[in-house]
């Protein structure tokens, strides 16, 4: 009887040390498949179970797609973001099992094998995070350069098309398709030393970015009389003189066009389009062309009407406030026609172009 007691107690004594040792398992385990670290290496030294299964996802950023069907071989890592996403498998596979999708066939097909697909609009976040900054850019098959801000699922989708497994654990590699002409997009990533542009020029209906320099004029507002109450009367601050970008002086050259320059340019185009499309046709004419700073106290008036229209002011607020384009960083001109369309824009960094603030007379 004594020894069937001292047996029990071991027993018990077994089962709770086994009930410990799973909990700190199982936590372990979520950690590892959480792709935390190494956690298991106080049990396996530098083998971990779990990275047989793991899946890391990769975006070429070339746009090609570099693995296709009897050709499957490791790149170098300069041609790729890095992970972007993790899953696990879904069924065990050979180390030697390789798995090619062409461009234009489902990424249904390939969840036969792996437990679940990243967000699209997640990839997209991190790809834009990664290389805005670096004032990399997306081009096009027609070789534009696409602004950050078109980066998502309306103009863009994502097709993976290879699973192999490497040194580390099982990649797949993606490619970013430009939904219009369902062709792969190509990321270009200037060197860290390269030239930044002062100045861009967006020509609104190629919609191409064109880097380069400009100078700056002296300009004073104007004033319109017709001479009767039924036209527009446009009045200025003849005293005043301010400091302008000269569009006749542009010229283009070879420098990375920082992805801000781009941005400001966009929304520029956008702002100073809405406004003119509300003026009526003499106005358009009137100011065809709204500058950064031309007409930051210049006033429109219709007669008879009591009310006062502000261009530029309301542009520049709304720049600062729903695009978060600093107004004091740049100095910029939007140059439309008599129908109340942009055509074109420039967008000078005042800093790199080593242009003073100005604001003569204010």
């Not at 799973?22 to 990275?51: H, M, R």
């Amino acid at each position: 009887m004594r020894y069937l007691k001292k047996i029990s107690i071991f027993m018990c004594a077994v089962l709770a040390m086994t009930a410990i040792f799973s909990t700190a398992a199982f936590a372990d385990e979520e950690q590892v498949t959480s792709g935390s670290g190494n956690s298991w290496d106080w049990i396996y030294g530098d083998y971990d179970p779990w990275s047989t299964n793991k899946v890391g996802f990769f975006i070429q950023i070339d746009g090609e797609q570099m693995d296709v069907e009897g050709n499957v071989t490791g790149h170098d890592k300069k041609f790729f973001t890095d992970i972007i996403g993790e899953t696990t498998l879904k069924q065990s596979l050979s180390d030697s099992f390789q798995k090619t999708w062409p461009v234009g066939t489902s990424n249904s097909d390939i969840s036969d094998y792996i437990s679940a697909l990243p967000n699209t609009s997640d990839v997209f976040d991190k790809v834009v995070k990664t290389y805005e900054a670096m004032d990399a850019y997306i081009r096009s098959t027609d070789g534009k350069i696409v602004p950050w801000s078109k980066m998502n699922s309306k103009y863009y989708s994502l097709h993976w098309y290879v699973l192999k497994k490497e040194s580390d654990f099982w990649h797949v590699d993606g490619v970013i398709i430009d939904k219009l002409t369902d062709k792969e997009i190509q990321i270009v990533v200037p060197e860290e030393k390269a030239e930044r542009a002062a100045c861009v020029e967006y020509d609104v209906k190629s919609g191409e970015y064109k880097p380069g320099f400009m100078g700056v004029k002296a300009n004073r507002p104007h004033s319109y009389w017709s001479g009767d109450n039924d036209t527009v009367i446009i009045d200025g601050f003849h005293d005043v003189w301010y400091t302008v970008l000269d569009e006749a002086t542009f010229e283009t050259n070879t420098a990375v066009i920082p992805s801000d320059l781009i941005n400001a340019a966009s929304a520029v185009a956008q702002l100073a389009g809405a406004r003119l499309s509300e003026l009526d046709s003499n106005l358009q004419r009137q100011y065809g062309r709204i500058d950064s700073q031309a007409y930051k106290n210049e006033y429109i008036e219709r007669t008879g009407s009591g009310k006062t229209l502000y261009v530029t002011p309301f542009i520049s607020e709304m720049l600062s406030s729903k695009y978060g384009v600093d107004t004091d960083k740049y100095i910029w001109l939007a140059m439309g026609d008599s129908q109340g369309n942009i055509e074109k824009v420039y967008v000078m960094d005042r800093e790199l172009a080593d242009v003073e603030n100005l604001f003569d007379g204010e």
